[in-house]
T-cell receptor, first 114, second 111 residues
Framework: GAVVSQHPSRVICKSGTSVKIECRSL??????MFWYRQFPKQSLMLMAT?????????EQGVEKDKFLINHASLTLSTLTVTSAHPEDSSFYICSAPERAYGYTFGSGTRLTVV | QKEVEQNSGPLSVPEGAIASLNCTYSDRGSQSFFWYRQYSGKSPELIMFIYSNGDKEDGRFTAQLNKASQYVSLLIRDSQPSDSATYLCAVTRYNNNDMRFGAGTRLTVKP
């Protein structure tokens, strides 16, 4: 089946540093990747949509300069949280639509900023 | 009005009972409807999807869709303690379009 590999699964970083999260489609080409954020006991909120070879589109209220998205190839999309602050601590999940299996989710990244 | 609304629960049912989860959506252009199960700290797992009005059954799960009422539900028969999780309703407008999630309903199945 379609698999999206997401790394790292957990990361703890110091306030002010940057963290990169990778989502890689292993057996299909992901021309689109959706990035979600989930705070405790809340639902997944779409942050941005990345498309291979073009600029990402961000949801209202999401700072594009803070959450840098790169989708340079058909199998890799990355989200970089720049100058992270404790309020950025959250669960970040990527998802890619795949023709046969629908939407495939990565396993998620738990980010803790201290 | 939220795009996708769910009763946050918690919903508690005894083992073996039927659990009924409900979801309404605001966008009449929505075409695909999904139910996901999410365990704490984990990524969502697809339970089933439905595109057409009516019922769709898969094992112990039945999804029901009523586009006129903008309503989709999930029934879990013979509920098991392992079904205890948060259930997320999600909708999309077009194929490969971004997925919008409800807040989720927390289900607890008591042995």
């Amino acid at each position: 089946g379609a698999v999206v590999s997401q790394h790292p699964s957990r990361v703890i970083c110091k306030s002010g540093t940057s963290v990169k999260i990778e989502c890689r489609s292993l057996d299909f080409q992901a021309t689109t990747m959706f990035w979600y954020r989930q705070f405790p006991k809340q639902s997944l909120m779409l942050m941005a949509t990345s498309n291979e070879g073009s600029k990402a589109t961000y949801e209202q209220g999401v700072e594009k300069d803070k959450f840098l998205i790169n989708h340079a190839s058909l199998t890799l999309s990355t989200l970089t949280v720049t100058s992270a602050h404790p309020e950025d601590s959250s669960f970040y999940i990527c998802s890619a639509p795949e023709r046969a299996y629908g939407y495939t989710f990565g396993s998620g990244t738990r980010l803790t900023v201290v | 009005q939220k795009e996708v609304e769910q009763n946050s629960g918690p919903l508690s049912v005894p083992e073996g009972a039927i659990a009924s989860l409900n979801c309404t959506y605001s966008d009449r252009g929505s075409q695909s409807f999904f139910w996901y199960r999410q365990y704490s700290g984990k990524s969502p797992e697809l339970i089933m999807f439905i595109y057409s009005n009516g019922d769709k059954e898969d094992g112990r799960f039945t999804a029901q869709l009523n586009k006129a009422s903008q309503y989709v539900s999930l029934l879990i028969r013979d509920s098991q303690p392992s079904d205890s999780a948060t259930y997320l309703c999600a909708v999309t407008r077009y194929n490969n379009n971004d997925m919008r999630f409800g807040a989720g309903t927390r289900l607890t199945v008591k042995p």
